[in-house]
């Protein structure tokens, strides 16, 4: 989607509270009506717009009442500095994408997921299918690109040139350096988003399609980390103690975590 249109369609604070309350879960109208306080006719048409958009798609239960759903996932990076203002959208990157060969200067680390970002053969032949092209563009770089700042730093000053800052070569290697590591941040930041989705809809399926996934998942990555009572997790999620009781109580259910006595854990 063009990002001028994505931007247009955001402005509308009634629509971004929308796709808030749909992050959570399907709503239907009655209910997104009374979450903004405003007329059914005026949801209606927010919703119209989405659906235009292919930002909200809908069902039909067996009652025949229509639920509203978040069709997607889609990324809007804005930049704004006193030498550049940009907005662009992007898909998350698919499942499929070998981020090892894709990335030369910063390196991911999740556990159970192969995607360290480090240079290797594997560049020569990884190729980005179109719609990646488009959105963030050529990302290669030379086998032997410096590594950091200090490693610009160091072949400018090893070349004979002026070893400060205010060199103008070295300026211009670290801004190249730089952009490199922006345009792979990019694509990082695409290949999570599409993971966190990945891993959320595993989460509904363990727990319930009509549990809060990102709450619940916010409560077992805190007690994942380290064991925890139900009141250290609320503080460090900044959620009301008996809400994390009760997710608590529901996963211990599900056989998802247990208390060892100390505090919860994940089974």
């Not at 930049?79 to 390196?107: E, N, T, W």
């Not at 990884?126 to 410096?146: F, L, M, T, V, Y």
């Not at 619940?216 to 980390?225: F, K, P, Q, S």
């Amino acid at each position: 989607m063009d990002s001028a249109v994505l931007l247009d369609l955001l402005g509308n604070e009634n629509r971004r509270r929308i796709l808030r309350l749909l992050s959570h879960k399907p709503c239907y109208v009655t209910e997104i009506s009374e979450y903004l306080g405003v007329s059914p006719k005026a949801v209606i048409d927010h919703l119209r717009r989405l659906e235009e958009a292919g930002l909200v798609e809908s069902r039909t239960d067996d009652q025949r009442r229509k639920y509203f759903h978040i069709a997607r996932n889609l990324r809007l990076e804005v930049s704004v500095s006193p030498y550049r203002f940009g907005a662009k959208s992007a898909y998350p990157a698919s499942r499929s994408l070998d981020m090892r060969g894709r990335c030369q200067h910063i390196s991911l680390d999740i556990p159970g997921e192969q995607t360290g970002c480090e240079p290797s053969e594997e560049r020569e032949r990884a190729g980005d299918d179109d719609r990646e092209q488009a959105a963030n563009g050529p990302i290669e770089s030379s086998a032997d690109a410096p590594r950091d700042l200090d490693e610009i730093r160091r072949r400018g000053s090893d070349a004979g040139g002026v070893d400060s800052d205010d060199d103008v070569a070295s300026l211009a290697r670290q801004y190249a350096y730089l952009e490199d590591v922006e345009s792979e941040l990019s694509l990082a930041q695409r290949w999570v988003h599409g993971r966190v989705t990945d891993v959320l809809d595993q989460l509904t399926e363990q727990i319930g399609a009509e549990a809060d996934s990102r709450f619940y998942a916010e409560v077992l990555a805190a007690i994942a980390r380290e064991t925890r009572s139900a009141r250290e997790v609320a503080r460090e999620l900044n959620a009301s103690p008996e809400r994390v009781e009760t997710a608590l109580d529901r996963l211990s259910e599900r056989g998802l975590v247990y208390h060892d006595g100390t505090g919860w854990t994940v089974s």
